[in-house]
């Protein structure tokens, strides 16, 4: 299980913008996983969203 601490990790070694870029990145892959593989589009909508909220945050943090 990861912690706190290993996320504190990844921002300093890589910045937080590049963090979230990952992890929108992620939330998308899940969502194509989750509408080809299990055939849950409301779900995969929903991860969809989470990736367009993250992604925006990266757009804001990107401007600081």
Partial sequence: MYD?????TMIDGMSLSSV???LSQVCYEKA???R??????DTARAWEKVG??????K??????
């Fill in 20 to 22: 979230l870029d990952i």
């Fill in 59 to 64: 757009i804001k943090g990107d401007l600081y």
């Fill in 32 to 34: 194509e996983d989750l």
């Fill in 36 to 41: 080809t593989d299990w055939q849950d589009p």
């Fill in 4 to 8: 706190k601490n290993d996320i504190k």
């Fill in 52 to 57: 367009r909220a993250v992604g925006k945050i």
